[in-house]
């Protein structure tokens, strides 16, 4: 799943990309992907791209005269920057990863795709980014909230670290994997409890989500367009690498799966070499 910093990088691209040109037409192939009906698709033919910016883990491609078009990419959702397209003829409703297209007027354009078939996309075409459910909860963004907001924020809920510091309403666009990294960089358990976390400890883990965040946003912005996949992450620690070695100290790195997921973490560098028990994930399901 694209999470900030992946989103930040596409937000990045079309900022570089897409800015100052106009849209010929957007086109929804998807229909469930789309949820607003008002305004219409058809409102931003015309309109020109003035910005893209990000909202946790929500891109708003931002036209003149007050009009967003909002993308929560969810699970499986990228967006593709096509130079050109390879037919005029507008997409046809139907079961094709395409869900929404956005021509520009110099051929140029942007597919907002989907894999798989379990279609979780959302786009919204709004006048307002705060209508949008998602991002009127959104918590503050955790690369800018300074350590009495990040402390605030966590503390607000009580829970295991790893499912508050994923909470979009505690900080906005830290997901399962940059979690992962986040507290293994702050070298605590993904169980730890936060109603129990030390000033120092909330201390360390402020300064590890904005480095590790921080770091993984310049590296996605250094990627060229092409090479901008969703699935294409570098300087992961612990994530998605359950039995390589820890590189900071050597350990195997061990996993906690759920039904949907899982996690990643080191035992010597975050749980004091003790492997998390497996009876003890049904409290961070869900
Ligand atoms: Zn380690």
Request: hydrophobic share 40%.
């Amino acid at each position: 799943m694209p999470e900030l910093p992946e989103v930040e990088a596409l937000a990045g691209y079309l900022r570089q990309r897409a800015v100052g040109r106009r849209v010929d037409r957007l086109e929804v192939a998807a229909i469930s992907a789309l949820k607003t009906y008002d305004p219409p698709p058809t409102a931003a033919t015309g309109r020109t791209v003035v910005d893209a910016r990000r909202h946790g883990k929500f891109l708003d491609v931002v036209f003149d005269g007050d009009l967003h078009l909002v993308v929560h990419l969810a699970r499986a959702g990228w967006l593709h920057y096509r130079e050109a397209f390879p037919s005029a003829t507008p997409l046809r409703p139907g079961k094709g990863p395409i869900a929404v297209r956005v021509r520009l007027d110099d051929g140029s354009g942007f597919d907002l795709t989907e894999a798989g078939t379990q279609k979780k996309l959302a786009a919204y075409l709004v006048t307002d980014p705060t209508a949008v459910p998602g991002v009127a909860k959104l918590g503050p963004d955790p690369l800018t909230a300074d350590l009495p907001t990040f402390t605030e924020r966590l503390r607000s809920r009580r829970g295991r670290v790893k499912l508050v510091l994923t909470d979009q309403a505690v900080l906005a666009g830290v997901g399962n994997a940059y979690s992962d990294e986040i507290l293994h960089a702050a070298k605590l358990s993904p169980y730890a409890l936060t109603d129990r976390l030390t000033d120092d400890q909330l201390a360390a883990l402020h300064a590890a989500t904005r480095q590790v965040l921080g770091d993984a946003v310049a590296r996605s912005l250094g990627q060229r367009a092409a090479e901008l996949k969703g699935e294409k992450r570098s300087g992961l620690k612990v994530h998605a690498r359950t039995g390589l070695p820890c590189p900071v100290c050597g350990d195997t790195v061990r996993e906690v799966s759920f039904s949907d997921s899982s996690l990643q973490y080191c035992p010597t560098c975050q749980t004091g070499g003790k492997p998390l028990a497996d009876r003890r994930l049904s409290r961070l399901v869900r």
